[in-house]
């Protein structure tokens, strides 16, 4: 299991509809909100890398939400486990692959 | 696990992270430490950037990791990369003994004494029979700054051979070589602070969304909170990079220098240029002599926007936009990477674009500033700065230079004129020269490579592996690769958690990593294996620092290159290991002593100690006249002034033809789950096609009947590769694009890629090649995420 500390980064005046599709995220705890209301703490915790990644970007799909920024990753288990022999972790995040995505210039 | 831990860790983390943007929370843990031992204080192992983190520890183990909130380059966040170093520490792969090549090709486990001595009793024979130059060097941007300063030091003062170089060469050589001759001396006036005092950002060959993430965060947070300032890409393929952007300057690659003299053209052509700040701060001039203001609008008059549409693609009203927002915003800063530095003119490139700042007086002031971004996490701090390259002493000074060769021979306590005056081969010569003892035309005959892999990332691969192959090869490296595939000597390293030490970032930051944890099995810190070498060929008083405590060895090197460099416009003189461990951000060079800040700019009275520095004044014979606010003193001729090149124009060395008809170029792509801005992407693709792939337009794609998936061979007169398609408006028609990082021989692009270098850096122009294509099949799963694992594999 990995649990990341983060920062979510919101429109003004939509935390409301920003907390509540938080709140349907399996994983997802929001902790505290700034003061201006602009910036919400979450934890987020995920059976792997890979599934905190989707989680992430489901998050950033949101269209209220500007931007998540991850401050703290802790990964004791996955350490375990690949020490233990139980998983061989995927190199494949410093191999470069391609991401795809739509870009919007394509249209222009 | 208990439901209590795991709503301790959920806490814990969230407490951190609230406290690193100081949000207080309701209900704090009761440890805000995430069940840690300790935090370790470091650097992320990977990209230019120079992110500050802190390392979890429990029990010997790393097991968490942060941003370090007060850093200057992340503030506190970190990309997946930095998170995921874990994965690399604790990988069943990691080489964990010294192995040597026997008869029948496999390797065999020796001990270190073993094989060190194997090593150093070759490398002696080596140097009895051919000579000290028969041995190499190559070493690399992400080993620490100990580790290549003492490489560096053991083959240039004490195999007095300067066949010495390193990976930068392939990245950055160019971004140096336009510093130096522009203004005298190699690193940015400015650093990343300036983003936030930008108005006009221009980004130039740089996929900054996918290659400095954390970079491109902050451009967008800019962005974000400040709509008014204007976001410009310049690049032949529509990069993730261009969604912020707010005008796109597609051009063929390698034709931007047009487009940057057609834009500087633009900019005299309605007086926006800065006449003042050019006469008082600037040189016109081609290298032979210098030209007045009418002279260079006289070069620069062909190069109108429609006849530079004509030549580059890029639309002359696009030219002029960016021209206008760059000279008009009152604040622009440029940033680039490899898409203007991996050229055969990179050099030129360079200096066009410190043209746009010169003519227009965008440097020296805040949220102005040409700045080249790195690729690798310690290419300027431990390459660059400790001068580990083949024409280069400590301190960036050239080893031509008599003066300085004396100074770091009295430093070195060597006697005078050992070290050799003559700069040994650049990185492709090397490669090209080196072979086994029975090929005579190749000189050098034994080579230890150090964090890198050649066999990989050279360009035209097909006429380098064979020297590669024959000659006699020591591998320092965490993991199996294709440059282990062709070793006699395998030496396991450790990973930089587990041996510490400095990286310096782009921005001229020094940041020290504390050791947090032993290194896996028998791994050894590469610092500990060059100071190993010089005791076993006799050479321990040249480098002393050959204990077991790793820290203590580090700190002594560190010492001692900090004392060697203490004079120079680099000084990092105030920047001891003691301050190092304190400081929470790293140290910005020039830094004399060890209670300056650390510098933000360069060539400020009033920001740059290096005014009032003077021992540095009188080691290079400089004077500064009180009454300029900005001066270059660096500068070749003792003006002060840096150099607006008239760079004539010229294109790619390889240009499409009618058997070759396409632009391929290359690059860097981000691991497709990273946390980036992707707000639209399209996973089911991403899983489709993990590893490598050749992008080509659609219109393309029909004239060659080519669907999404179908396995094309790309062909250049060097190589071929065979890659899946993806069909994508990403780059224009004509243009192919494949990225350079798979593992697997069928799809390593560098086979295709040209080995043609700039004649002024030595860098190759992996960027841009002609090739043809040709449809092989329709979809193979090629999804296989290879890797290589087994040390004894065949390359």
């Not at chain 1, 987020?44 to 949101?62: C, T, V, W």
């Not at chain 2, 530095?341 to 440097?363: D, P, Y």
């Amino acid at each position: 299991m990995i649990y990341s500390g983060s920062i979510v980064f919101i429109e003004p005046d939509c935390l409301e509809e920003v907390s509540e599709m938080l709140d349907d995220l399996q994983g997802v705890d929001i902790h505290g909100v700034s003061k201006d209301k602009k910036q919400l703490v979450v934890s987020i915790e995920a059976e792997s890398d890979e599934l905190l990644e989707e989680l992430s970007r489901k998050i950033k799909s949101f269209e209220p939400v500007l931007d998540i920024g991850h401050h703290v990753m802790h990964f004791e288990d996955e350490v375990d486990n690949i020490l233990q022999g139980k998983k061989i972790p995927d190199l494949k995040g410093f191999q470069r692959s391609r991401r795809r995505e739509k870009n919007p210039l394509d249209a222009v | 696990m208990s439901i209590s831990r795991r709503n301790f860790l959920k806490v814990s983390v969230a407490t951190a992270a609230a406290a690193s943007v100081g949000i207080s929370l309701p209900k704090k843990a009761e440890a805000a430490g995430a069940d840690v031992d300790k935090w370790v204080k470091g650097a992320c192992r990977f990209c230019g950037t120079g992110c500050c983190v802190y390392i979890g520890v429990k029990e010997g183990k790393v097991i968490a990791i942060k941003g370090n909130p007060e850093a200057k380059t992340n503030f506190g966040f970190l990309c997946v990369k930095g998170f995921l170093a874990y994965k690399c520490m604790y990988h069943p792969d990691r080489l964990k003994d010294t192995m040597i090549r026997q008869k029948d090709g496999t390797f065999q486990k020796v001990s270190w004494d073993k094989a060190l001595k194997h090593v150093t009793d070759k490398f002696k024979s080596l140097h009895s029979k051919y000579g000290k130059d028969a041995v190499a060097y190559y070493g690399s941007g992400q080993a620490m700054t100990e580790e290549s300063y003492t490489f560096n030091k053991l083959f240039k003062g004490g195999f007095r051979s300067n066949m010495v170089e390193g990976n930068p060469r392939l990245c950055m050589a160019s971004a140096v070589g336009g510093y130096i001759s522009t203004f005298g001396s190699d690193e940015p006036v400015g650093s990343y602070a300036d983003i936030e005092y930008s108005k006009c950002i221009f980004l130039v060959g740089s996929n900054t969304s996918e290659c400095h993430p954390i970079i491109f965060r902050r451009i967008m947070r800019h962005k974000l909170k400040n709509p008014d300032v204007k976001i410009i890409v310049c690049e032949p393929r529509k990069t993730s990079t261009a969604k912020i952007a707010d005008l796109w300057l597609p051009v063929d690659p390698g034709t931007d220098l047009a487009v940057f003299h057609s834009m500087a053209k633009v900019i005299f052509d309605n007086n926006w240029h800065d006449e003042k700040f050019m006469n008082e701060n600037a040189r016109i001039t081609n290298g032979k002599e210098t030209f007045d203001l009418a002279a260079y609008k006289e070069f620069l008059k062909d190069f109108t926007p429609e006849k530079v549409e004509k030549l580059t693609r890029c639309p002359a009203e696009n030219i002029r936009k960016a021209a206008e927002w760059f000279a008009t915003s009152g604040a622009s800063m440029s940033l680039w990477t490899m898409g203007l530095n991996q050229r055969t003119k990179g050099v030129w490139a360079n200096n066009l674009m410190h043209n746009l700042h010169l003519i227009t007086g965008n440097i020296c002031k805040p949220g102005a500033d040409p700045f080249s971004l790195t690729g690798q996490p310690n290419a300027c701090g431990g390459v660059r700065e400790t001068g580990t390259l083949c024409h280069l002493l400590p301190g960036t000074k050239p080893v031509a230079n008599s003066k300085w060769r004396a100074h770091i021979e009295k430093e070195w306590e060597l006697a005078s004129g050992t070290i050799d005056p003559k700069p040994g081969f650049h990185t492709m010569k090397m490669f090209d020269s080196l072979g086994g003892e029975e090929s005579a035309d190749k000189p050098i005959k034994g080579m230890i490579t150090c964090t890198t892999n050649p066999a990989q990332s050279l360009p035209n691969l097909n006429k380098y592996i064979k020297g590669m192959q024959d000659s006699f090869l020591v591998v320092i490296d965490i993991f199996p690769t294709r440059t282990t595939q062709l070793a006699d000597v395998v030496l396991p390293a450790a990973f930089i958690y587990e041996k510490g030490g400095v990286y310096g970032c782009s921005e001229r930051r020094s940041q020290l990593t504390e050791k947090c944890v032993e290194p896996v099995g028998n791994a050894k810190p590469d610092a500990w294996i060059a100071a190993q070498i010089a005791k076993y060929m006799g050479l321990e008083k040249l480098i002393p620092w050959n204990s077991d405590d790793q820290m203590k060895n580090n700190e002594m090197a560190w010492a001692e290159y900090i004392r060697v460099t203490k004079d120079t416009d680099h000084t990092l003189e105030g920047a001891t290991y003691d301050r190092l461990k304190r400081e929470p951000a790293g140290l910005q060079w020039p830094c004399p002593s060890t209670d300056h800040p650390g510098t933000y700019k360069r060539y400020v009275r009033g920001m740059d100690p290096m005014f009032e520095h003077a021992g540095f004044k009188a080691k290079f014979g400089v004077t500064m006249p009180t009454d300029r606010a900005s001066y270059f003193y660096m500068d070749k001729k003792g003006e002060g002034k840096a150099n607006i090149w008239l760079r004539p124009y010229a294109g790619p060395a390889e240009a499409p033809s009618a058997e070759y008809p396409f632009y391929l170029t290359t690059g860097r792509v981000i691991e497709q789950w990273h946390t980036g801005t992707m707000t639209m992407r399209i996973p089911e693709i991403a899983r489709a096609h993990p590893n490598g792939y050749l992008e080509i337009h659609p219109d393309d794609a029909k004239k060659y009947g080519i669907v999404a998936g179908d396995m094309v061979e790309v062909t250049s007169i060097r190589g071929k590769s065979v890659l899946p398609a993806v069909v994508t408006k990403a780059s224009l028609p004509g243009i192919l694009f494949v990225p350079m990082h798979d593992q697997q021989m069928d799809r390593m692009i560098n086979f295709v890629c040209n080995d043609a270098v700039d004649p002024g850096s030595k860098e190759p122009e992996f960027k841009i090649a002609a090739v043809q294509i040709k449809k092989i099949s329709g979809p193979v799963n090629v999804a296989d995420k290879y890797i290589i694992s087994d040390i004894n594999s065949s390359f």
